[in-house]
């Protein structure tokens, strides 16, 4: 079995750390930017070492490659030759290094869970670890010896799955001793909440899924579906688990479909319009996850393509931009909660995370968010050196960019009984702010005062400046608060960055004992020096949400 490093990530001692407290890029040498990596991996040169063979690695051979120039790496059951790329690592060689020789999922996934690592090491891969032999082949309960019963009566709920009339037999393997953490849904889903269930039925128009998450703080924003290529698939997060439904229908559907939640007994009903009023012998066949239950962090990132509507100056280096979900595709994504855009660039899959945000301050404050909203909206600051969001920018209307599940760890429950609500933001970690403003002053019935301190260098940079004041002159309970690093001599406000005197004169309780809640975004800097300064103001971490990504 491979043992997996159980130090902290990033090291204590590392670059990473030293830099700025936590996840900071170092300083790299010049020439070693992403896209000089890019070109490294479309130049042909031999980065394995292996001269282009693909071999099949056992654990005593991935252990001898633990050194800065013979450093192997295995991540999901690939190894990898990262010595290459030890320069070009935005975190430092020492990162790399905690995972050398031996298997880096879990550090990987700490902090890199989202980045594509297949597409950017993908001139790096070695070849896959070996595999062990495994558990006896193990009957799949759900499809032991079931037919597809031809049912006609929308009374009879059917079994779902498969359309085939022979035994579905499933061999569990082993990587290395371990089972893949999507074969352990059962040992998983006993340590977290019950198992969810799912069934079907049918009139001659409409197919119904239902699925039974047994839990009763379910919502629309608790599930995601999909259907493209024949292949549907619905996404269910209770508390930190995904349940997945992932099924290759056996009929065509018709691209819109509705999503309804029963709140008070957990349940979600997908109707789906057939194409054809015949009747289905059965549901379809399984597709990879399906009827799956696993803790959240350990599956990967499901991306849909969405259309570039608008974009629009908001300041002069942010731009608002106006994405449009497929037809096929029902997505809310949750308050405090981001996604990850990606886009090919020179043939490399770049990813990059985003919070969205309304149209406006004002237009969720105006009226509610419609359920069938198809629209996401960004706000994004155009770094001119850099090289996502250029290329982003040069998107003409009408292209595509993919966008993955919402992901983010802010709790609704935090908000409960909330008297007091500050607000730290500084450039476009004002973001995550957006929405929770508009909450709060909407939803929050015990809400006492809400306070917005936004950092930026000049008056250039405030986002949504003129909206944030009208919004203070309407609502008495709203105060916002501009600091500028690098004002103009006209300046009049705040000025500086983030420090004592700041927080110590904003902070100020509407009542002594009143409930409260911090939150904070914005660079890796600026969010753990505040933290630092919160924790010497005596605010606990149960009165404090970080935004990170």
Known sequence: MLNVPSQSFPAPSSQQRVASGGRSKVPLKQGRSLMDWIRLTKSGKDLTGLKGRLIEVTEEELKKHNKKDDCWICIRGFVYNVSPYMEYHPGGEDELMRAAGSDGTD??????????????????????????SSIPKVMHSHFKNKKCPYHTSVSHLLFSLPCTHEDYHEEKKVLNGMLPKNQVTDTLAKEGPISPSYDWFQTDSLVTIVIYTKQKDINLDSVIVDYQDDSFRAETIIKDYS???????????????SVRVVE???????????????????LGHPLENHNSFIPKKDTGLYYRKCQLISKEDVTHDTKLFCLMLPPSTHLQVPIGQHVYLKLTITGT????????????????????????NKYIYFLIKIYPAGLFTPELDHLQIGDFVSVSSPEGNFKMSQFQELEDLFL????????????ILNYALTNIP???????????????????????????????????????????SEWNGKQGHISPALLSEFLKRSLDKSRVLICICGPTPFTEQGLRLLHDLNFSRDKIHSFTA
């Open 107 to 132: 550090l990987f996934d700490q902090v890199h869970r989202w980045v594509n690592y297949e597409s950017m090491l993908k001139e790096c891969l070695v070849g896959k670890m070996a595999l062990k």
């Open 243 to 257: 349940y997945v439904i992932h099924i290759g229908l056996s009929h065509e559907i018709q691209e819109n479909f």
């Open 264 to 282: 008070n007994v957990g349940k979600i009903e997908i109707v789906l319009k057939k194409k054809e009023n015949t009747s289905w012998k059965c």
């Open 349 to 372: 899959e770049i990813v990059k995370p985003y919070t969205p945000v309304s149209h406006s301050l004002f237009s969720e404050l105006k009226e509610p968010v419609l359920t069938n």
């Open 424 to 435: 730290l933001a500084a450039g476009t970690g004002f973001t995550p702010m957006v929405k």
């Open 446 to 488: 015990s809400l006492r005062k809400v306070k917005l301190m936004f950092f930026n260098k000049t008056e250039d940079d405030i986002i949504w400046r003129s909206q944030l004041e009208n919004l203070a002159f309407k609502d008495k309970r709203y105060d916002v608060e501009f600091v500028l690093s690098a004002p103009t």
